[in-house]
């Protein structure tokens, strides 16, 4: 499975963007998505996570009602829309892909849990 992010640039604190994750050599319909982000000089940290079916999403304390993982099955694409940005949302940001038949039903917080990543797209907010 390849993962493909797009989306990222730079944009004014309080403002939108859409992050893209395309996945080719798999169906995501079948997975557990999650999106992670790292800052420099920072560990990769946990933003989003969706369920296998979207059954279910759950985000880091940090983002909660600003940001919303979704996905399409039909483009074999998965989307980060982020809302409100704030400087500290800075940062490159990572699709990944769970696909283990074991984990694709659960909530998936850890950077182990998934087996597949893109090459990360940048995202700065200036303030």
């Known amino acids: 499975v390849q993962l493909v992010e797009s989306g990222g640039g730079l944009v004014q604190a309080g403002g939108s963007l859409r992050l893209t994750c395309a996945a080719s050599?798999?169906?995501?319909?079948?997975?557990?998505m999650g999106w992670f982000r790292q800052a420099p000089g920072e560990d990769q940290q946990f933003v989003a996570s969706?369920?296998?079916?979207?059954?279910?999403?759950y985000y880091s304390d940090s983002v909660k009602g600003r940001f919303t993982i979704s996905r399409d099955n039909a483009a074999n694409m998965v989307y980060l829309s982020m809302n409100s940005l704030k400087p500290e949302d800075t940062a490159v940001y990572y699709c990944?892909?769970?696909?283990?038949?074991?984990?694709?039903?659960?909530?998936?917080?850890?950077?182990?849990?998934?087996?597949?990543w893109g090459q990360g797209t940048q995202v700065t907010v200036s303030s």
């Open positions: 990944a892909a769970a696909t283990s038949r074991f984990q694709i039903m659960r909530i998936l917080t850890r950077t182990s849990s998934y087996n597949y």
């Open positions: 050599g798999g169906t995501i319909s079948q997975y557990a």
């Open positions: 969706l369920t296998w079916r979207s059954l279910d999403s």
